[in-house]
């Protein structure tokens, strides 16, 4: 009877041990390694980029002023990609 819990504690133990090891290997994103680039705050405003619709904070986007009107983009590719579609 002894043998019988040592070997069910042994098998249970084995079994939580592979259970956490999955658990931290499937659980990171497919694209590698975390974000790094800076998140919004909650209390940021947001703006959207008329170009690829992304939402980003205020602070963190590239403000350009065309015709009268301040745009926000979220890259320079963005930016000149407005700019072509005006011209």
């Given at each position: 009877?002894?043998r019988?819990?040592?070997?069910?504690f042994?098998?249970?133990?084995?079994?939580?041990?592979?259970?956490?090891?999955?658990?931290?290997?499937?659980s990171r994103?497919a694209?590698?390694?975390?974000?790094?680039e800076?998140?919004?705050?909650p209390?940021?405003?947001?703006v959207?980029?008329?170009v690829?619709l992304?939402y980003?904070?205020?602070e963190?986007?590239l403000?350009?002023r065309?015709a009268g009107a301040?745009?926000h983009?979220?890259?320079p590719e963005?930016?000149?990609?407005?700019?072509?579609k005006r011209?």
């Amino acid at each position: 009877m002894a043998r019988f819990l040592l070997v069910l504690f042994l098998i249970i133990g084995v079994n939580y041990l592979m259970g956490s090891f999955r658990r931290r290997i499937f659980s990171r994103p497919a694209g590698g390694p975390a974000r790094t680039e800076p998140r919004a705050d909650p209390g940021d405003e947001l703006v959207q980029d008329p170009v690829c619709l992304t939402y980003l904070s205020k602070e963190n986007a590239l403000a350009v002023r065309t015709a009268g009107a301040t745009r926000h983009f979220c890259s320079p590719e963005c930016a000149d990609a407005f700019k072509k579609k005006r011209a």
